[in-house]
């Protein structure tokens, strides 16, 4: 049996349809979900009335949405799916009046909805399944998350096994005459490679200047390439592991790649991750309801920016953007993207207040498909996104803005948060330009 969550479901609706809506408000309460309606909480007209309208939506943790013709024609209706698919809430949409063409918004045509038209009773029954089975599955999700980053002190230090589980009688055998053949073979193992790491060592000074030198100890090995040009890598990372994209050549100048990670270092260097891990070459981000994830240390300013490769899962919200301030203040500035339900949306702030219109191309997101994200900073206080297609870059999405004067000379860092699922990012890298096309 499914536990009740503490917050409430949002209902969006036209005034118009206010009857059913109360109808359908309390079934639900009813069954013991607690619900948010605008007009018992807020006095119609007030100047607060958007805010709290946004405070609702962020704390929900469903919202149902009355469809009717009057709905579809409502400024608010699309504002609170907006809001909703932004703050990466479930989103129930219920068919009331009309026809699907005269009744379902663009946001909502491929979603499932229940239908109240023919049988009241029936649909409303219907609608309560479907959110119980969300709950489960989120439910199960929880269940089944991976602990993240963070580690406790007993992951950091196990206690030893004879004090966590007693040993089995197989565990307490004496050892078998095997350890010995296998000592032995581990023994010329060591030997061999010891031999050749002495010859490696005798020989390197005879290796043409221009070769790549080797240095370091037993436990740590760097490759130091030698770098021409005006820039030099700020790790040792391979960059031709992962090369600029031709694309950028369309939007940016003389393209460098300063650092180039991999993730094939389980540290992590260079990254503060607050939920996720680096594993078999990615980094692993999983889902966290304040969006909690992985950020760069490195600060972007003007003709600087990142690329990032990754894997767009089904059914998961999650965003990338460039960073400065305290979120929720008035000196916050935020640019970058966000994915939920497969659309994709600006995820710009500026102060407290949300700004940008749509992204323009031809690129139609979809599950377990490989993506690039170029996120860039240009001169004169000018901002740069696209998103394409890692096999078909012809696939592309891309938007920019010119932001006002205080945007100048801001350094930012970039973050990458997931509310729900995980996200596999392969490859990052930094690069600056000399200017924009």
């Known amino acids: 049996m499914t536990t009740l969550p503490a917050e ?30 605008d007009n018992e909480k807020l006095i119609p007209g007030t100047a607060a009335w958007e805010e709290a309208i946004e405070t609702a939506l962020k704390k929900a943790f469903a919202v149902v949405v009355v469809l009717s013709p009057d ?51 029936a649909g409303l029954n219907a609608l309560v399944a479907a959110i119980h089975f969300y709950i489960g599955e ?10 993240g980053h963070r580690e406790s002190a007993s992951t950091l230090h196990p206690a030893p096994r004879s004090e966590s589980f007693p040993a089995s009688p197989s565990q307490t055998k004496k050892p078998s005459n095997r350890i010995l053949p296998l000592g032995i073979f581990f023994a010329v193992f060591i030997l061999c490679a010891s031999t050749s790491w002495i010859g490696y060592r005798a020989l390197s000074p005879l290796l043409a200047p221009d070769q790549p030198q080797i240095s370091g100890s037993e436990s740590t090995v760097s490759l130091q390439i030698p770098v021409t040009g005006s820039f030099t890598p700020t790790s040792t990372a391979e960059v031709s592991e992962a090369p600029a994209p031709d694309i950028l050549s369309e939007y940016l100048s003389n393209v460098e790649i300063t650092h180039t990670d991999t993730f094939d270092d389980p540290s992590g ?15 692993e981000i999983s889902a966290d309801t304040n969006y909690y994830g992985a950020g760069s240390i490195k600060q972007f300013g003007a003709g600087e920016g990142a690329v990032i490769d990754f894997t767009y899962p089904e059914n998961v919200g999650f965003e990338i953007y460039l960073k400065n301030g305290d979120y929720n203040s008035s000196k916050y500035k935020r640019f970058g993207f966000f994915i939920s339900t497969d659309v994709i949306y600006v995820n710009a702030m500026n102060g407290k207040d949300k700004f940008g219109s749509e992204f323009s191309g ?25 998103v394409w297609n890692a096999d078909d870059p012809s696939q592309s999405l891309v938007y920019r803005e010119t932001m006002d004067s205080s945007w100048l000379d801001v350094d930012m860092s970039l973050y990458i948060g997931i509310g729900e699922g995980t996200v596999q990012v392969d490859n990052y890298r930094e690069i600056k330009f000399s200017g924009s096309k």
């Not at 079934?27 to 619900?35: I, M, N």
């Not at 799916?81 to 045509?109: C, M, W």
């Not at 989120?138 to 602990?147: C, F, G, I, Y």
């Open 138 to 147: 989120k439910q199960t999700l929880e269940m089944k998350r991976p602990s």
């Open 8 to 37: 409430p479901i949002f209902v969006s609706y036209s005034r118009r349809d206010d009857e059913v809506m109360r109808r359908i408000a309390f079934f639900l309460r009813d069954q013991g979900f607690k619900v948010w309606v």
């Open 362 to 386: 031809n690129l139609d997101i979809q599950p377990g498909i490989n993506y690039s994200a170029l996120i860039a900073i240009l001169p004169n206080a000018e901002f740069l996104e696209v």
């Open 71 to 121: 709905s579809k024609g409502s400024e608010w209706v699309r504002r609170e799916i907006t809001y909703a698919d932004q703050f990466n809430k479930r989103v129930f949409p219920v068919l009331v009046k009309g026809t699907e063409e005269l009744s379902l918004p663009l946001r909502l045509v491929t979603r499932q909805y229940v239908d109240l038209r023919k049988d009241e009773e």
């Open 269 to 283: 260097s260079g990254w503060e991750i607050d939920n996720g891990e680096i594993k078999d070459g990615t980094l």
